[in-house]
């Protein structure tokens, strides 16, 4: 992989990670439509560690916030009275079922989905997962009442927003478009649905950037790699950052109709592709 090829896979995991369109699915089709290279571990860990910047970045004062209402409900045993205590609590346990599921399935899809051992198989079925995932926010967009805010956020919708992330370990069905589909169920607005989704897929990039991490460092980084890995982590940091501060302010005013279309056209587009390349 050169420089070039490492700034637009940066470029379009900043987006891709943030935006209800699916990371892991772009990052999929973009080598296999031209003829790329994989991404191996290292620049995966590049990857990983741009988007968590970008989130931080945008996010560190209510990270800050959330640490120290969660902390002042531990202190006076009170966990679930403020909001900010709550949140805190929602996003650890909301982080659990990912975890788990990455812990038992992460090698197992990457190796069918990630290093070709699917082949266009694995394209097909990423094609349906965007297409079903833009179904289901579709009538998330329908049915939901749109009415919570996020500081009416409880235990239970981390549970139920945090199953949802656990499904985006399948390339398709986007982490970010899962988590805000299901808040939407839930009846949260569309901007507290991104926020909470944002806030959620902190632990997650993170965890999964430090397993990537442990393995490299045990590996190493050939000198010959650490432009591309710079590369890749400048370039998805900035746009990451960039992404999240494009849809918070896009879904005060829109709603998820665009990415929806676009999930559908893609996932169709490519199984024709995929149909014309057999």
């Given amino acids: 992989m050169n420089v070039w090829q490492a700034i ?3 470029i379009v995991q900043g987006m891709t990670e943030f935006l209800p369109i699916s990371s892991s699915a772009h990052l999929i089709v973009v080598p296999w439509l031209f003829d790329w290279p994989e991404p191996g571990l290292a620049f995966n860990v590049a990857l990983h560690l741009g988007t ?5 970045a945008y996010f560190w004062r209510d990270l800050i916030q959330i640490g ?14 403020e909001p900010a205590s709550r949140l805190g609590w929602a996003v650890i346990i909301g982080s659990v079922p990912a975890g788990v599921a990455g ?13 070709g051992g699917g082949g266009d198989t694995a394209i097909m079925l990423t094609s349906v997962l965007l ?3 833009g179904v289901f926010l579709w009538l998330a967009e329908r049915a939901g009442s749109r009415r ?29 478009g899962s988590t805000i589909t299901a808040s939407l169920f839930l009846g949260f607005t569309r901007p507290a649905a991104a926020r909470f989704s944002f806030i959620l897929g902190i632990p997650a990039i993170a965890g999964a950037g430090l397993l990537e991490m442990l393995e490299l460092m045990r590996t190493g980084l050939p000198a010959e790699e650490r432009i591309v890995f710079f590369a890749g982590v400048i370039s998805a940091a900035i746009t990451g950052f960039l992404a999240i501060a494009f ?14 279309l676009y999930r559908v056209a893609l996932g169709l587009v490519l199984l024709v592709l995929v149909s014309f390349a057999r």
């Fill in 247 to 260: 849809l918070l302010r896009f879904l005060q005013r829109f709603s998820t109709g665009i990415f929806i």
């Fill in 148 to 176: 919570r805010a996020l500081h009416e956020l409880g235990l239970r919708d981390g549970v139920v927003v945090g199953l949802a992330q656990a499904l985006a370990l399948l390339p398709g069905v986007s982490r970010s």
């Fill in 8 to 10: 637009v896979l940066g």
């Fill in 103 to 115: 812990f038992f399935l992460n090698d197992v899809i990457d190796r069918y989905f990630h290093s």
């Fill in 68 to 81: 120290r209402g969660w902390l002042a409900g531990i202190i006076r045993l009170r966990l679930l009275e």
């Fill in 131 to 133: 297409i079903v995932l």
């Fill in 52 to 56: 968590l910047s970008g989130v931080l």
